[in-house]
């Protein structure tokens, strides 16, 4: 017989289900995320540290779990939430199923709630923050620990899944999934890309190497001198969790590595880029997070498929001049990226390395390229 599970809401609002994951309360930002393939991939980004995400297709799990797509070494979301798990695991690189995946790493999830209702409440009163218990079931006392959790805002996500120390990225190893600090890809003369590491989905890496590039990989605590000392012909800028206002140390590393080398940030990468320069965030009411986002390059009037995932936003009203819009959502109209007018610095909101995809943005890592060969003065 099933176990059952309980999602509440700050607002009150209870949904009754049951359990596919591992026993066991956790409390988080309810968010959900449209995309129809990629849940090992949402279940393994850094990013969704602190949130517990719902996925709005209606059948998940139906391709089963691999290790070989994992985007870093273990799951980092606070919870789980489906319509239906997949009993079935129709595809030969299956190595469990998706709930075997989630009682294994210790993944609160349920199944069997009405998901379209859950997305309409949170489209129409905002992300809120909730508590998954299979533990507690009784309504009153889940609601008041959702209403006491401590959200996103204002905290510091990023030293929970950065690493703890600097590492040379190989793709050889294990199907490019490790770190190996002795053992790096290209050779001397490939250009050396220093990645900030803010909770970054091991597929950035992967591109990097694919563009010829040899990585070593720093937590994103490093300091602009630790950065300079490995001598790099680029700094990249990574994704991770939640508020960027409070990494203060990440906004000054950055404001000191501006002009020295070229940079290139994506999502965190993109906010903490523009607080840097001197613009300022905000929480969006929901978020954009799917696989299906489209947005507009600005250069060209071109429209790229994009994968997303952000609570947080730049404030396109306090962008200072320095900075020039270049993306921009066509669903919203936010900002989706920025470059700097004078220097090699350009980022974006959105996933240009997404996995499973979609795989229009690519293009951006070849620009990337593109900058250390030509200096400090970037054309886009």
């Known amino acids: 017989m099933a176990q059952p599970a309980k999602l509440a809401l700050e607002d009150g609002t209870v949904y009754a289900g049951s359990s596919i994951g591992a026993e066991g309360e956790v409390d988080g930002e309810v968010c959900f995320n449209t995309s129809m393939t990629g849940y090992q991939e949402i279940l393994t980004d850094p990013s969704y540290r602190g949130q517990i995400v719902t996925m709005t297709y209606p059948q998940i799990g139906n391709y089963g779990v691999n290790e070989a797509d994992f985007e870093s070494s273990r799951p980092h979301l606070a919870g789980f939430v489906v319509r239906e798990h997949s009993r079935i695991q129709s595809n030969f690189r299956s190595e469990a199923s998706l709930s075997e995946f989630l009682k294994k790493w210790g993944v ?3 199944e069997s709630i009405d998901t379209r209702a859950l997305v309409r409440r949170i489209r129409s009163q905002g992300a809120m923050r909730g508590v998954l218990s299979t533990t507690d079931l009784d309504d009153a006392s889940l609601v008041a620990k959702a209403k006491a959790s401590p959200g996103l805002v204002g905290r510091d996500l990023v030293q929970e899944v950065m690493p703890s120390e600097s590492a040379t990225w ?3 190893v294990s199907n490019w999934t490790h770190l190996n600090a002795e053992c790096g890809m290209g050779n001397a003369e490939s250009p050396h890309v220093v990645a900030l590491d803010y909770g970054m989905k091991w597929n950035i890496p992967r591109h990097l190497v694919d563009q010829g590039c040899r990585v070593t990989v720093m937590p994103g605590t490093s300091t602009a001198a630790d950065v300079i000392a490995q001598n790099p ?7 991770g969790p939640g508020d960027p206002e409070p990494l203060e140390y990440a906004i000054g590393t950055i404001r000191e590595l501006l002009g020295k080398q070229p940079i290139f940030g994506i999502c965190l990468g993109h906010q903490l880029l523009s607080l840097a320069c001197g613009a300022k965030t905000f929480k969006m009411k929901f978020g954009h997070r799917g696989a299906n986002q489209p947005v507009q390059n600005l250069k060209d009037g071109t429209v790229e498929i994009t994968s997303q995932n952000h609570g947080f936003a730049v404030d396109e009203d306090s962008l200072p001049e320095v900075l020039e819009v270049t993306h921009r959502s066509l669903n919203d109209g936010s900002i989706e990226g920025v470059r700097h007018r004078d220097l090699a610095a350009f980022s974006v909101q ?5 996995s499973a995809g979609p795989h229009d943005s690519h293009y951006l890592f070849q620009q990337f390229l593109d900058s250390m060969g030509k200096g400090l003065e970037l054309s886009v």
Request: hydrophobic share 40%; aromatic share 12%.
């Open 108 to 110: 609160v999830a349920i």
């Open 233 to 239: 012909d680029g700094v990249f800028l990574s994704n």
């Open 350 to 354: 959105y996933h240009p390395e997404a």
């Open 170 to 172: 190989d793709s050889t």
